[in-house]
């Protein structure tokens, strides 16, 4: 019976936990973030607050950042798996999620503003005190993970602001010209929304879009 039991139960135990932080890696250190952000600004800015639906927006989102990540998680696995063994202990799946963090971390450094990096460097002396003996370096992933993603949201919010702009002109010209007309008692999204769409569908603006997305993580 005991023959049947893994000689370090620790690892299953990692093992588990790994499953769980997929998720949480899928979203803080990939693309996800802002292809999200930006997609969600996007359906604001059309007007269009239920269509498409979340799901279908986090499901576009997902699958472009699998794009994105294909060669950082090829270079993490071999990187893990360059070490073989024969039994995996919890210090070998310490060793190889290491290994797999430097392609990872450069990934996300290609992508974090060094302002943020120092900010939260010098910071760590403050939130964590001197007394707590520990050190950070610009390079350490509790460093670089947080950086990263003040920065993703910044230029998500940037790409935000760029997409509402020609929506709000359109908005504020059916506005004035209802107006004008004496229509006030018309609702301008009643006009506006179809002239937004039609413009957007008239500049292939989801190709537009989301060639834009993947190109900004290039090399």
């Known amino acids: 019976m005991n023959s049947l039991v893994s000689p370090d139960i620790s690892a299953v135990l990692v093992g588990?936990?790994?499953l769980g932080f997929v998720t949480f890696?899928?979203?803080?250190?990939?693309?996800f973030i802002k292809i999200a952000v930006v997609l969600f600004l996007l359906r604001n800015a059309l007007g269009i607050q239920q269509t498409p639906p979340n799901i279908v927006l986090y499901g576009i989102a997902l699958l472009l950042s699998i794009y994105?990540?294909?060669?950082?998680?090829?270079?993490?696995?071999?990187?893990?798996?360059?070490?073989?063994?024969?039994?995996?202990t919890l210090s070998d799946?310490?060793?190889a999620a290491k290994r797999a963090e430097q392609p990872v971390k450069s990934f996300m450094?290609?992508?974090?503003?060094p302002g943020e990096r120092e900010f939260f460097t010098n910071a760590t002396m403050r939130v964590w005190g001197p007394e707590s003996g520990l050190k950070a370096h610009p390079d350490d992933l509790l460093i670089v993970l947080p950086?990263?993603?003040?920065?993703?949201?910044?230029?998500?919010?940037?790409i935000g602001f760029l997409l509402y702009l020609p929506f709000i002109a359109i908005d504020l010209v059916v506005t004035a010209v209802l107006m004008a007309m004496g229509m006030s008692s018309v609702s301008p999204s009643t006009i506006g929304v179809p002239?937004?769409?039609f413009l957007f569908?008239?500049?292939t603006g989801w190709t537009r879009l989301i060639h834009g997305l993947v190109l900004s993580y290039a090399t």
Do not use: G, N
């Open 195 to 197: 002239l937004k769409l």
């Open 93 to 95: 799946m310490l060793d």
């Open 25 to 31: 890696a899928a979203v803080t250190m990939t693309s």
């Open 68 to 88: 994105v990540m294909a060669p950082v998680v090829m270079s993490a696995y071999a990187a893990a798996v360059t070490v073989p063994v024969d039994h995996m």
């Open 109 to 113: 450094l290609r992508f974090t503003s």
């Open 16 to 18: 588990i936990t790994a």
């Open 147 to 158: 950086s990263f993603l003040l920065s993703e949201l910044q230029r998500a919010f940037e």
């Open 201 to 203: 569908v008239a500049i």
